[in-house]
């Protein structure tokens, strides 16, 4: 009994750190991209879009997929160099702090933008 209550808690626990796609569709977060110098951005998500603006500005337009934990980018149209080859990133999302760390993208300018500080909640 004592063994299933534990094994039961931890599953709990290791299941609400994933992140889940409605926790990036309908979001809004702020912070820096480095491009090459910090500049302060917002990040929107709709539904499976990611705009991103400097101000009123829109910089890049992305589509975006969720599969786990990790985050799916693909350039629509924008700034970047970067062509249109999808890009995996490891998301996690702690106090209303969205952290992206890459795993796999041959755009470095994009690899190199997102701050390791991650990017505050704002919607």
Not at 47 to 61: A, I, P, R, V
Request: overall charge negative; hydrophobic content about 35%; glycine content about 4%.
């Amino acid at each position: 009994m004592r063994f299933l209550l534990t094994t039961i808690i931890a599953v709990s626990c290791l299941s609400t750190q994933v992140p889940k796609s409605e926790e990036l569709s309908n979001s809004k977060w702020s912070g820096t991209l480095n491009v090459p110098h910090a500049i302060a951005v917002e990040m929107e998500f709709k539904k499976d879009s990611l705009f991103t603006y400097m101000g009123e500005e829109l910089l890049e337009t992305n589509s975006f997929q969720i599969k786990g934990d990790t985050l799916v980018l693909q350039k629509l149209s924008g700034r970047s160099s970067c062509d249109l080859q999808p890009a995996n990133y490891k998301f996690i999302i702690k106090d209303d702090i969205l952290k992206i760390e890459a795993l796999n993208d041959e755009c470095s300018e994009r690899k190199d933008a997102f701050s390791p500080e991650g990017y505050k909640r704002i919607k």
